[in-house]
């Protein structure tokens, strides 16, 4: 499985755009990169999911270069409900596959 | 919410003794997973399953077993708790686009 790579910490303001950057060295030609949030007490929750180029959804947007070695997570005008921990994973796309969760990056949204 | 329970919600038992959680789904997905997470820690996969009678290891397996005899219950056991097993424990689903959607979690405490 892809080891990945993200800052344990970030902290950012309201209103402010945040990017996360994840770090994937030895991603394979079949894996997809996801990323999810977590709150205190609660599971993780799916944010955004892509394989190559740019993602947008109505919460995020990915990032992914050509060589596909690291991804960039950005939140928009982030609001103190985005504090949270968020996770990037490398594995296949299909749910057969299961996948590493790392520490995460734990981002700090201030008013 | 994705249709996933899990129960019980918080248990206490003493070392030694045999525990199950149940993961109970309603979206009739395939691949159901069950994690463990520690303060400070990312989520670790305990087993996973592709589907009826079908299972396999995760990274932290040892000490942990598995059943799936119906598509929408996944069951987690404990034959025997170690205070090692003190843990959220969380349960998951996976999409064949490789999202994965989690239960509330189980707080485990063993004395």
């Known amino acids: 499985l892809a080891k990945t790579t993200q800052p344990i910490s970030m902290d950012s303001y309201e209103g402010q755009e945040v990017n996360i950057t994840c770090s994937h060295n030895?991603?394979?030609?079949?894996?997809?990169i996801t990323w999810y949030q977590q709150f205190p007490s609660q599971g993780p929750r799916f944010i955004i999911q892509?394989?190559?180029t740019k993602v947008t959804n109505e919460v995020a947007s990915l990032f992914i270069p050509a060589d596909r070695k690291s991804s960039t997570l950005s939140l928009p005008r982030v609001s103190l409900s985005d504090t949270a921990v968020y996770y990037c994973?490398?594995?296949?796309?299909?749910?057969?596959?299961?996948?590493?969760f790392g520490s995460g990056t734990r981002l700090q949204v201030q008013p | 919410d994705a249709g996933i329970t899990q129960s019980p919600r918080h248990k206490v038992t003493e070392t030694g003794t045999p525990v199950t959680l149940r993961c109970h789904q309603t979206?009739?997905?395939?691949?159901m997973y069950w994690y463990r997470q520690d303060p400070g820690h990312g989520l670790r996969l305990i087993h996973y399953?592709?589907?009826?009678?079908?299972?396999d290891k995760g990274e932290v397996s040892d000490g942990y077993s598995v059943s799936r005899s119906k598509t929408e219950d996944f069951l987690l056991t404990l034959e025997s708790a170690t205070s090692s097993q003190t843990s959220v424990y969380f349960c998951?689903?996976?999409?064949?686009?490789?999202?994965?959607?989690f239960g509330p979690g189980t707080r485990l405490t063993v004395t």
């Open positions: 399953s592709y589907g009826v009678k079908d299972t």
């Open positions: 030895n991603i394979a030609t079949n894996d997809y």
């Open positions: 979206e009739n997905h395939r691949y």
């Open positions: 998951a689903i996976g999409t064949r686009g490789g999202e994965q959607y």
């Open positions: 994973l490398v594995g296949e796309g299909l749910g057969r596959r299961a996948l590493t």
């Open positions: 892509g394989y190559k």
